[in-house]
């Protein structure tokens, strides 16, 4: 009885002491250890790895046709940029069916390309020179008529030098002297308008007649007062004054009429212009 007392006392003093850390330890690994082999099994693997996976499968099993086989996701391939968009995996109605613009959209856009293609035709216009309209030469007279009945006292010389009796010097001489008695009727010697009338210095009283084509005549020496007047339409074998004295240059030759002929102001023969006799 005593002995037991014994025992007990010293047990209760073991677990008073270091022992109940003991058992304490030998508790925990105990529960380690049971976990341990809970979750794992002999090969080391985890205990919810699935059958199919841990066990070979019986291919001849005639079970295995009535178990579905579990699908087994593989790795994601990598896409091929060609591939990413295609015009054949859109609808039909996506690729065919096209908005109508509105009306007024539709005159607008007319307007701004008739707008601008007349701007560019302008501009190309401004870019091209337009060449200038080419004027036809006007025509000369059709009819020519000597203005007197005379001699040819003094010939057209515009390079040669001619002797002048009354002067007493040589000079050119652009006319030509057609001798004539005082106060013989002098004509027209073309279809024209009187151009002018005035007294020149040297060549005496003096009318001048436009005609076509830049042609003008002029009739010197003649009579104080001529039967014409400025802008008076005249034609061609019509009098417009008389043979007279009023020449102070050529005073010294017979009595003549001078007349002078130019073309677009430079001085030409009028025995180019003059019928032939």
Same mark, same amino acid.
């Given at each position: ?68 086989? $579990?699908?087994?996701?593989?790795? !994601? /391939?990598? =896409?091929?940029?060609?591939? @990413? +968009? ?42 091209? $020179?337009?060449?200038?309209?080419? !004027? /036809?030469? =006007?025509?000369?007279?059709? @009819? +020519? ?133």
């Amino acid at each position: 009885m005593s002995s037991k007392k014994r025992n007990r006392g010293g047990f209760a003093e073991f677990l008073a002491g270091k022992g109940f850390y003991i058992i304490l330890i030998l508790c925990i690994a105990a529960i380690g250890v049971s976990s341990y082999m809970l979750f794992f099994s002999d090969s080391g693997k985890p205990d919810d790895t699935p059958e199919y996976l841990s066990n070979p499968i019986n291919t001849e099993d005639p079970v295995l046709d009535r178990v579905p086989m $579990p699908v087994i996701p593989s790795a !994601t /391939p990598k =896409p091929n940029l060609n591939d @990413v +968009f295609s015009f054949d995996d859109l609808p039909v109605a996506a690729i065919t069916s096209v908005p109508t613009p509105p009306p007024d959209a539709v005159e607008s856009a007319k307007a701004t390309k008739t707008s601008l293609t007349a701007a560019e035709s302008n501009a190309e216009s401004e870019q091209t $020179p337009t060449p200038a309209p080419t !004027t /036809p030469a =006007p025509k000369m007279p059709g @009819v +020519f008529v000597w203005p007197v009945k005379g001699a040819s006292v003094n010939a057209f010389s515009s390079d040669d030098l001619v002797y002048n009796k009354t002067m007493g010097d040589w000079r050119v001489h652009l006319g030509l002297d057609i001798e004539s008695a005082l106060g013989t009727q002098v004509l027209a010697i073309a279809d024209g308008t009187i151009k002018d009338i005035y007294d020149d210095v040297f060549l005496g009283t003096t009318v001048v007649i436009e005609h076509a084509g830049g042609l003008e005549s002029y009739y010197s020496n003649l009579m104080k007062k001529p039967t014409v007047i400025v802008s008076q339409q005249i034609s061609a074998g019509q009098v417009i004054g008389g043979i007279g004295q009023t020449s102070e240059g050529e005073r010294r030759e017979v009595n003549h009429l001078h007349l002078e002929m130019r073309l677009d102001g430079k001085p030409v023969d009028p025995l180019e212009y003059l019928p032939k006799e």
